[in-house]
């Protein structure tokens, strides 16, 4: 009897925490935000357990990031982004596409960086890119509103 | 009691289940910059154009260093790809993005026609009042001037026929009739008018030339010789109206009553040509003159404008932007390679200079199937 009256407890405390209407959303942290750099890769949409993420960022490298004024005034972000091919022994065992296509949207901010939170100011559209093995591609966004002072460009697949 | 138990966990996991949502539905609406058919133009380079073009076009000096806002006229697009899209799609989109992140500094002529028409509407409303309003202002100033406000008598005026009525199509028997019982409330009796189709005894004629302001050639009658045939008219008692659907009879009788009907003659000829009754679009203003009938001497005069050009502004551009779609395309065995080149340029109209240029380009690959002409 006790023993049923505990699984009854339980059904009904199971029963009652799935019947709410809304749930609160996981907030992201202050400190994670902050760790955030101004060039970022989406998180992949494959993990291994261990051959490791197959990240794109894994066979990206940044050459160049600069962020400054037109003549204009306007502000300019210009990030030269080279594709390294497999860098990883487990590459070996599989073949490297010549060219990856990856879409790049670049956010602007009013405060100096994105991780101080807050809408953007402006944010260009995600473009397709191609990247060839071993060249640099030249990517450059300019902000049509000038009290944008922070940026942040997400490269992903 | 087992039975018991395992039925109510059985109906407890069915609750459970009940209050669980269902899948997501798979959503039809797709991210605005994925490609979902391969090749062709897509809607990722609309907006990469877009947003590539906007601030490249708010850097160049002509639009970042000017004290006012920047006008441009926006010219037709020209497609040379094969493929079927809106040719002003890439522009209306660059457009969007100008006015909503150029913080008023460019501003663009419109072209579409439903706006014009109803532009078009409101302008023509706006007009008749300033007409009602500009006649009345005229009607204040001839009571003021000195002809009248001096006068120690009741000024005495016939109204006649005012000039070019027909010829660019202009009601201004209305507007006569307007301006007459304007002055008359002005005055306070201080001007009378002399019944219509009446002049003597009159102190002065209130009449009126109409003209374009145009070097064509809108058929305009020289207002002397008008002014002949009317008091010619006068003198044999006829009527100050030239009546175009009666015809002037050419008299064997005397030279100057052959010399008068043949000047009628002409008269008559330019009132019925169809095309002198065209009614151009350009600006349209009326002279008003008051004159002395003995002297002809036009002791007044004033002009106010009675029908304005219909105009899209073309003029106040600063910059005409086109932009062109060009194309290079090569098919083997089923696939398809497209190259395309979006260009846009700022001319600058009055030196005729490429201000700016900027372009954008992409290379495809699909297999054969886009719609293409």
């Known amino acids: ?157 | 009691m087992n039975r018991i138990g395992l039925k109510f966990i059985a109906a407890c996991a069915a609750f459970l289940a009940g209050c669980v949502s269902g899948d997501l539905s798979s959503s039809r609406q797709v991210d605005l910059d994925d490609d979902t058919v391969d090749g062709g133009i897509s809607s990722t380079d609309i907006r990469t154009v877009a947003k590539r073009m906007c601030p490249a076009i708010l850097s160049t000096p002509e639009v970042a260093n000017a004290q006012s806002q920047v006008r441009i006229k926006v010219a037709d697009v020209k497609n040379k790809t094969r493929f079927f899209i809106d040719n002003d799609l890439f522009l209306k989109r660059l457009r969007f993005e100008l006015n909503s992140f150029g913080g008023g500094q460019v501003r663009f002529l419109d072209k579409n026609e439903k706006n014009q028409a109803a532009r078009q509407e409101v302008l023509r409303d706006r007009q008749v009042e300033d007409i009602r309003r500009d006649v009345r202002e005229l009607a204040r100033d001839i009571c003021m001037s000195p002809l009248v406000r001096d006068a120690k008598t009741p000024v005495k005026m016939a109204l006649i026929p005012m000039l070019n009525t027909n010829l660019v199509n202009m009601n201004a028997d209305s507007i006569g009739a307007m301006l007459r019982g304007e002055i008359a409330d002005a005055s306070g009796g201080r001007v009378q008018f002399l019944l219509p189709g009446h002049t003597e005894g009159a102190d002065y004629w209130l009449t009126g030339l109409f003209y374009p302001e145009s070097l064509k050639k809108e058929g305009i009658v020289n207002l002397a010789e008008y002014i002949d045939v009317i008091d010619a008219r006068v003198r044999d008692g006829k009527s100050l109206y030239l009546d175009t659907s009666v015809s002037a009879t050419v008299s064997p009788m005397s030279s100057t009553v052959t010399a008068t009907t043949s000047r009628e003659s002409v008269l008559l000829e330019m009132l019925r040509s169809p095309s002198m009754r065209a009614n151009p679009n350009i600006d349209k203003r009326l002279n008003i003159m008051i004159t002395k009938p003995d002297s002809k001497l036009v002791v007044f005069e004033k002009t106010m404008l009675v029908d304005r050009r219909m105009t899209d502004n073309s003029g106040k551009a600063a910059l005409i932007l086109s932009c062109e779609l060009s194309g290079l395309s090569q098919a083997l065995n089923g696939r398809q390679s497209d190259y395309l080149l979006v260009s846009f340029q700022l001319l600058d109209p009055e030196s005729n200079e490429i201000v700016w240029e900027g372009a954008y380009e992409v290379k495809r690959v699909s297999r054969s199937g886009i719609v293409y002409r």
């Open chain 1, 1 to 157: 009897m006790k023993k049923l009256a505990c699984i009854c407890i339980a059904a009904s405390a199971l029963a009652i925490s799935g019947c709410y209407s809304v749930k609160a959303v996981d907030r992201a942290a202050g400190s994670d935000l902050v760790s955030e750099g101004s060039v970022v890769f989406a998180r992949a949409g494959q993990y291994t357990l261990w051959f490791g993420s197959h990240s794109p960022r894994e066979y990206f490298e940044i050459v160049y990031e600069r962020f400054s004024h037109n003549t204009a005034g306007l502000p300019v972000v210009e990030v030269g982004i080279r594709y390294r091919g497999g860098v990883s022994w487990t590459d070996w065992f599989r073949e490297i596409p010549q060219t990856v296509t990856l879409g790049a949207q670049c956010n602007f901010y009013d405060t100096p960086s994105a991780q101080a939170g807050g809408p953007v100011v402006y944010s260009t559209n995600r473009e397709r890119i191609v990247f060839q093995r071993g060249r640099i591609y030249e990517y450059k966004a300019v902000c049509p509103v000038r009290s944008a002072v922070g940026y942040q460009l997400v490269l992903g697949e």
